[in-house]
């Protein structure tokens, strides 16, 4: 992909969706061509999502030209292809900041812009929430148009056809563009997959489409194009049953159309507009990663890139070693099998697909469908992983309790991405899931302070025989030794890591490691801290939490978690329960508030989760004691 630098550039004067109005077809190829270009050289730098982005520039373009937004609605499905649609919209001159702390988010976000109605992060939910405005349209007797664009991976949830089957059954006019590139983040799963395919390849159904077009463009301008699309479609339907499930479904199927087509894009959506009052399904087909060679041979590795000078990749991440262990133990547990809600990338799991493709199970953008289904294997004997990251179970909350803890089912789930995720933002953050697991009754909760101890507690879980969760953090492991040989973690067992007598500093998982370098530190300045490896939430170690806050009176927990309902305040009821009122407790962990996105080490320091943050949170409890503050920060001194 080239850029003449020397010529001045179109984008530069594209403030808002107004000024594509009067551009040229030419134009309007310049200008694609130049969003390509900024898209690559901003995300390489920032990191973020390069290939869906670069797949939906002409559709965008399009969108713009035909619609009025923010009069009209434009909902992009999940957000992650909304790049185009920020430079279009006013965000252009903020566009080097994406995914910066302080700066532009990565996904659609209402407080950033009235061009975006519907903020989102997680996928499939833009069908659901236009036709919710589409309703509130109708009840207000407005007029503006409803569009939502939802990628071929996204539509395969059940929330987006919960939404499709009401939207079909109400008969008010919405647009619904399927952006069907094949991929998801990976190439798209599943029957539906199967049948876009066949609409997208099947040769005989592109020669009769072609046949149509022909008949229509014969025809003289301004007739009704939707008799003739009807003619069309009749002719079709013998040939192409594909098409007639969004018929029956209550919409008007129109496509595929050809999305890098400015020209076709443009004049679809405008008889789209101008059209039917119906419910209305526009087929787009697109490319991932269209423009950029790199990109478009490969959309995988393209889908999500990192910022810059990223982890030290000479350490395993957790989600290698969580691969690395399901491969070793599938080796000998025949009845271990995994699911994956669409992330078998996210969570490495090329290595066990490859010798076991029969025991990993990619379902689809469909969490609560992953863990019934696992719940389903369990009931005959299997022992199913649900591998998923912390924000994405949220979704499936109600089927861990109903389908899994109540039958007491031994499903683990192997929870990626637990705690601050960083970049992604209030979306992704994995900062719940401690407080909407440790609530429901018979599931063990754990988290490990370090990749050794991951793979020790992932063994624990699969020969446990009860449903039991594990939480990771989103990054390289500490670098320890893994051993060779797995083994058993007693459930409910904490392991005391240093003796001291002035404070006891509980800590839980990833943040072990910053308490025990803190504590390093206060000893330095003449304070003693007991840490303790709180490794499991759920049950926790009540005798050893009892007899540390009856002994030493100073208790510390620390969680890369919300403080509503996390480890913290369960370590405090059992205080209240066990009648230890005089002890004085501070808990740390995430406030009642969203996080924003940011580097995951300027969240931390943000937050206090970071050794400085701790030993200026433990200093708080002794305010009487004659302590050298020397280099702890300024926001030190609270107490
Ligand atoms: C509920 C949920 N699960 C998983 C994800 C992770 N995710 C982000 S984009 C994506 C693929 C979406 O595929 P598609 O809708 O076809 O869009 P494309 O990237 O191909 O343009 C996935 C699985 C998510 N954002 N939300």
């Not at 939502?148 to 939207?167: V, Y």
Request: charged share 20%; aromatic share 6%; glycine share 10%.
């Amino acid at each position: 992909m080239t850029n003449k630098t020397t010529m001045p550039r179109l984008l530069d004067k594209i403030d808002s969706p107004a000024d594509l109005k009067g551009l040229s077809l030419p134009a309007l190829e310049k200008l694609a061509a130049e969003f390509r270009h900024e898209i690559v050289t901003t995300v390489t730098n920032t990191g973020g999502h390069l290939a869906s982005n670069l797949g939906v520039v002409e559709l965008t373009i399009a969108l713009h030209r035909v619609f009025n937004s923010p009069v009209d609605k434009i909902i992009w499905d999940v957000g992650h292809q909304c790049y185009v649609h920020k430079l279009l919209t006013g965000r252009r001159q903020r566009f080097n900041s994406l995914r910066q702390y302080g700066g532009l988010s990565g996904f659609t976000c209402r407080d950033e812009s009235q061009h975006d109605p519907f903020g989102a992060g997680h996928a499939s939910t833009s069908v659901s929430a236009a036709l919710g405005i589409v309703t509130a349209r109708d009840l207000a007797g407005d007029d503006y148009q409803v569009v939502a664009i939802i990628g071929d991976g996204a539509i395969t949830a059940g929330i987006a056809f919960e939404a499709l089957n009401q939207a079909g059954h109400l008969g008010s006019k919405l647009i619904v563009v399927l952006n069907d590139n094949g991929m998801s983040i990976s190439p798209t799963v599943g029957a539906l997959a199967k049948l876009l395919r066949r609409v997208r390849f099947d040769e005989h159904y592109r020669e009769a489409k072609k046949k149509g077009r022909q008949l229509i463009t014969a025809l003289p301008m301004g007739d009704n194009l939707w008799q003739f699309s009807t003619e069309v479609r009749d002719r079709l339907k013998g040939l192409v049953l594909p098409t007639m499930l969004w018929e029956e479904l209550g919409f008007t199927y129109i496509g595929p159309i050809d999305g890098h087509n400015i020209h076709e894009l443009e004049t679809t959506l405008t008889q789209v507009r101008d059209g039917s009052n119906r419910p209305t399904l526009v087929h787009v087909i697109t490319t991932k990663g269209k423009g950029y060679l790199p990109a478009e041979s490969n959309a995988v590795y393209f889908h999500g890139l990192p910022a810059k000078g990223g982890n030290d990749e000479s350490i395993p991440t957790y989600s290698e070693v969580f691969a690395q262990t399901m491969l070793r133990l599938a080796r000998n547990e025949p009845r271990l099998v995994v699911v994956t809600p669409a992330m078998p990338e996210g969570n490495c799991l090329s290595i066990v697909e490859a010798e076991f493709p029969e025991r990993v199970f990619d379902v689809g953008i469909c969490e609560q469908h992953a863990v019934t289904f696992a719940a389903g294997l369990a009931t005959q004997g299997f022992i199913p992983v649900v591998a998923i990251y912390s924000t994405f179970l949220q979704r499936a909350f109600d089927q861990i309790i109903h389908d899994v803890c109540i039958q007491k089912l031994p499903v683990v789930f192997a929870i990626d991405r637990g705690g601050i995720v960083g970049d992604d933002g209030k979306t992704h953050q994995g900062t719940f899931d401690i407080s909407y697991l440790t609530l429901i009754p018979d599931l063990i909760v754990a988290a490990p302070k370090d990749e050794n101890e991951f793979q020790h507690l992932l063994y624990t879980a699969i020969k446990s025989g009860r449903p039991m969760a594990v939480r990771y953090p989103r990054s390289a492991g500490l670098g320890v030794k893994l051993d060779t040989v797995l083994h058993e973690i007693a459930i409910g067992e904490y392991e005391t890591l240093r003796h001291g007598g002035d404070v006891a500093i509980l800590a839980i998982g990833a943040m072990v490691a910053p308490a025990m370098k803190a504590a390093d530190e206060l000893a330095l300045r003449g304070i003693e801290a007991t840490v303790v490896n709180a490794r499991f939430a759920k049950p926790l170690d009540r005798t050893l939490v009892v007899d540390l806050a009856s002994r030493i009176k100073r208790m510390v927990t620390i969680e890369e978690n919300v403080l509503s309902g996390g480890f913290g305040s369960s370590v405090l009821a059992l205080l209240q329960e066990s009648g230890l009122y005089d002890i004085k407790v501070k808990n740390i962990g995430i406030p009642d508030e969203f996080v924003e996105h940011g580097t995951q080490a300027i969240l931390r320091s943000k937050y206090g989760l970071d050794a400085e943050g701790i030993i200026r949170q433990v200093l708080e409890l002794f305010p009487d004691h004659s302590i050298d503050w020397t280099g702890v920060s300024g926001k030190a001194r609270t107490a």
